[in-house]
């Protein structure tokens, strides 16, 4: 057995540079142990292997995707990730595949490490709190007390660097500490809760902040304790008044609830007034007609910000239409359908599983981009239901044109206006539906919500799912006379 000892316990590039000495020596995965710094020294080990560093130089097969995993998983407290690092590496070289084997053992551990380690790198950017402290010339300076789970630091104190450049910070961990001196960001031991003063002035503002964005009618428990895992709480100023607003919340929600206006807001007034001097047109004869008839609908104000109205692509006559919420930032300046971030998420589950996008028809729910202006940005808002049911009928349209036999409802909103009720994705998906028109519907999730996930572990199993809904429906097809919708093989 041949000993490696790192120095460090999180640097990709050490443990790279051995690893490639170790694959150059012909070395197999078990005939190498790579010593954890975090453990005691092993008095009956070997002496280490005399290894020359091989740097620059390709050596073997590295996919940049076993790089990009790699400086994640050897942040990881685990004291096998090195060698669990050289076996995958290994095994590459016979097989560039493997990694994509999400079943298979060492890919699965990876990814599990992978998750933990982005998870815990999330908290740290949401949990950290500073102190301010007063430098040694009075210059004011600010320190912050995290306990990660994994080994952090080193890649998300840049994260610290470019959200508060302007102020000298330290963080400080049990592992390492990182310090930042408006110049440049430098690494040093680990510390104590000590080492970090417990109260200041920003401690307060915290707790109300807390405070006021805390809405007792939208509390859930379990969720908040996956979101703000408890054993974060010791360090957190606001997570001391989290017990008497929960105990509280009953009691808020039934006070927000009393209060709610009795009148209804003047821009509802307003919608459902234009609805009245809006009737829908009836004079429209082909799918073509729609298409041009939609850009002077005027059903509701959404019109007024909106570049143009988005309306359906894909054949006339597609066995199967995709129905989304409405078009984003990317389709409203194109024009057309599913083209941004979220058009990405769900042309990759469309190639994966199969369906060829150009044989079927996509749409949206409301054709017009709801947005509210922020600086440059335009964030997106989500239609509500007077402007769902005003749009309803140029979908109604659009089926009625395109008589698609299966109908797939992406999210809430397309499941609002297809059905006429809201619904409850997790409680409807995998069930077809019959709709009034003889046509079958299906809701999934909308994919933008694979985009949105806080909890980055959790999305490739949200996306399997998906993957799984979008699967269903291709069989559903196929076994109900439906043209092929699947893509060609090559
Ligand atoms: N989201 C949608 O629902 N539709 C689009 O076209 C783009 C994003």
């Known amino acids: 057995m041949h000993r490696v000892t790192l120095r460090s316990r999180n640097d990709f590039a050490e443990w790279r540079t051995m690893a490639r000495a170790l694959l150059l020596a012909g070395l197999t ?8 710094p975090d453990l005691p020294g092993d008095l009956f080990a070997e002496a280490d292997l005399p290894l020359h560093p091989v740097t620059g130089r390709a050596v073997g097969t590295v996919p940049e995707r076993f790089i990009a995993l790699g400086k994640d998983a050897i942040c990881h407290r685990d004291s096998d990730r090195f060698g669990l690092l050289y076996r995958l590496l290994w095994r590459l070289q016979k097989d560039k595949h493997i990694l994509e084997l999400r079943s298979d053992p060492d890919v699965a551990a990876l990814d599990r490490r992978v998750s933990a380690v982005r998870r815990d790198a999330h908290k740290m950017t949401a949990f950290v709190r500073f102190r301010r402290i007063a430098g040694p010339s009075g210059q004011e300076r600010f320190a912050a007390w995290f306990e990660p789970e994994h080994f952090v630091l080193e890649p998300t104190a840049p994260f610290f660097v470019r959200r508060f450049t302007a102020m000298n910070w330290a963080i400080v961990t049990p592992y390492a500490s990182a310090l930042w001196d408006g110049e440049a960001l430098s690494f040093g031991p680990g510390g104590n809760k000590a080492d970090v003063p417990a109260e200041d002035a920003l401690e307060d503002t915290w707790r109300t902040y807390y405070a006021s964005i805390f809405n007792p009618a939208r509390l859930k428990v379990a969720m908040m304790k996956s979101e703000m895992p408890m054993k974060y709480w010791r360090n957190l100023p606001e997570a001391e008044l989290i017990p008497s607003l929960i105990a509280g919340a009953k009691q808020a929600e039934d006070a927000m609830i009393a209060k709610q206006a009795s009148i209804p807001p003047v821009r509802h007034a307003r919608i459902a007034a234009r609805q009245e001097i809006e009737p829908a047109p009836t004079d429209i004869k082909s799918l073509a007609e729609a298409r041009a008839a939609v850009q002077e609908c005027r059903r509701c104000p959404l019109y007024e910000m909106a570049t143009q109205a988005v309306f359906g692509a894909g054949p006339v ?47 949206n729910a409301v054709k017009h981009f709801k947005f509210e202006p922020r600086g440059k940005k335009r964030i997106h808002q989500r239609p509500n239901s007077g402007e769902i049911a005003a749009c309803r009928f140029w979908v109604n349209l659009e089926r009625d044109f395109v008589k698609p036999k299966v109908v ?8 609002q206006s297809l059905l006429g009720h809201s619904v409850t994705i997790s409680r409807s998906r995998g069930q077809p539906i019959a709709l009034e028109d003889g046509s079958t519907l299906f809701v999934t999730i909308h994919p933008s919500f694979l985009l949105r996930m806080v909890d980055r572990s959790a999305v490739e199993a949200e996306r399997a799912q998906f993957e799984a809904d979008l699967a269903q429906v291709r069989d559903f097809l196929a076994e109900h006379g439906g043209e092929d919708v699947k893509k060609a093989v090559h």
């Open 29 to 36: 995965p078990d005939s190498v142990r790579f010593i954890d």
């Open 317 to 363: 006559h597609a066995e199967l239409m995709f129905v989304g919420e409405q078009p984003g930032d990317q389709e409203d300046l194109q024009g057309k359908p599913f083209v941004g971030p979220a058009g990405k998420v769900f042309d990759t589950a469309l190639e994966k599983i199969g369906i060829d996008r150009t044989r079927v028809y996509v749409t």
């Open 408 to 415: 797939v409802a992406l999210g809430a909103t397309a499941a």
